[in-house]
């Protein structure tokens, strides 16, 4: 093996020609004397509608916040949200936020996705569900979307999608952030493309967009004027964190594209490792492999193989999606009330995708022999546990 590598978690490259762009992007932002909401910001926000082939597209200063408008406009408030229980808090957490309870589902082993036994049990049970929150997590969308999506659809509910993982995700052609009533994405660090921070809401509903329009201006009706008709927010989002999504969009073909090929080499080269599981993408679905996913054998300690891997390789792998189940965070044991139980819903899927999977480093600029290299590390790590 060859000598001993230092293969961060994350590492954001930018060419010399991309950041002269970013340079002269702030240069100009400076010298237009609007930091915050102005050119570069509808420029960001149309250029993302445009790809993601939606009407409407809202920036925002978070994820987080480009969820909890919709969720507002569809008016959860007092009634129950349901969202997979494997998933970042940032989607329960909007859910509260807009005044709402939740109810968590069960998660299917295969893919990571919402189990739709589990989301019908919930429906059938739960008499005052005001939205279905579908997360596609790791960057792939639910095989069983469109059954999930028929279940809403009878009962009239509306399904807002956490797509904070799936940028240029689709499913039979149809990208994700267009599916439901409303999108939300994320443009943390980590995430397919990135902003710094940042949020976008995409959706074909023009009353949606408008109400996002005022909730992220502290309620405004008017930007030019100090009347409010809701109780608003500081959503915005500023003029430099639309120049770097401006930057993305330039090349947020090629960032898919370098995602799939470093996802391609992962399953040619770990066919066959002992002690690990490949996870399918169901053929139906394009990934946007925001992580790539992979399980340890059962008896296998992920923990171990972190530390090992870090020490004695300098491979640090990645956050998994996730390693800690959101129906047992603490913050709902000390706010019951905002839990939604139902008795015969378990989590014991849930509880094995947390456990046992586990995701090597991918991001653009990684090599073929870096990803070779973190496939040998690991195969000798499992070798020796």
Not at 16 to 29: H, L, Y
Not at 200 to 228: C, F, P, Q, W
Not at 278 to 307: G, H, M, Q, W
Request: one cysteine or more; charged letters at 25%.
């Amino acid at each position: 093996m060859s000598q001993k590598k230092n293969i961060p978690m994350l590492r954001l490259h930018y060419t010399d020609d991309e950041m002269r762009f970013i340079k002269d992007g702030v240069e100009e932002i400076l010298r237009s004397g609007y930091l915050t909401m102005a050119s570069k910001v509808r420029d960001f926000e149309g250029r993302f509608a445009k790809w993601c082939g939606v009407k409407y597209a809202l920036g925002t200063n978070s994820g987080t916040s480009s969820l909890e408008i919709p969720l507002r406009a569809v008016g959860v408030e007092g009634k129950t949200v349901i969202c997979p229980s494997n998933t970042y808090m940032a989607t329960p957490i909007a859910a509260v936020h807009a005044g709402a309870k939740v109810a968590f589902t069960d998660t299917r082993v295969e893919d990571l996705q919402m189990c739709p036994d589990s989301l019908k049990l919930l429906l059938d049970t739960i008499p005052d569900v005001a939205a279905v929150m579908v997360v596609h997590i790791g960057g792939i969308i639910s095989p069983n979307y469109w059954t999930i999506k028929k279940m809403c659809d009878d009962r009239k509910i509306p399904i807002v999608e956490d797509a904070a993982h799936a940028h240029g995700a689709t499913i039979d052609g149809k990208m994700a952030g267009t599916l439901g009533l409303a999108g939300s994405f994320s443009f943390y660090p980590t995430k397919v493309m990135n902003t710094a921070e940042g949020g976008m809401v995409t959706t074909d509903s023009e009353e949606i967009y408008k109400l996002g329009v005022i909730l992220r201006e502290h309620g405004k009706a008017d930007h030019a004027h100090n009347v409010h008709t809701e109780f608003g927010y500081n959503w915005r989002f500023s003029e430099f964190h639309a120049l770097l999504g401006i930057q993305q969009m330039l090349k947020a073909d090629q960032i898919l594209s370098e995602r799939r090929q470093i996802a391609a080499w992962y399953d040619e080269l770990l066919k066959g490792v002992p002690g690990v599981k490949l996870l399918k993408i169901p053929s139906n679905t394009k990934s946007a492999y925001y992580k790539y996913i992979c399980y340890l054998d059962e008896k296998i300690e992920r923990s171990v193989v972190k530390k090992r891997m870090a020490e004695d390789y300098g491979v640090f792998l990645t956050g998994e999606v996730y390693s800690d189940p959101c129906h047992l965070q603490p913050v709902f044991a000390r706010n019951p009330k905002t839990l939604v139980q139902v008795k015969e819903n378990n989590y014991d899927r849930t509880s094995y995708v947390c456990r046992h999977h586990i995701c090597p480093p991918l991001y653009p600029n990684l090599t073929r022999e870096e990803v070779g290299y973190v496939v040998e590390s690991m195969r000798r790590v499992l070798g020796t546990l």
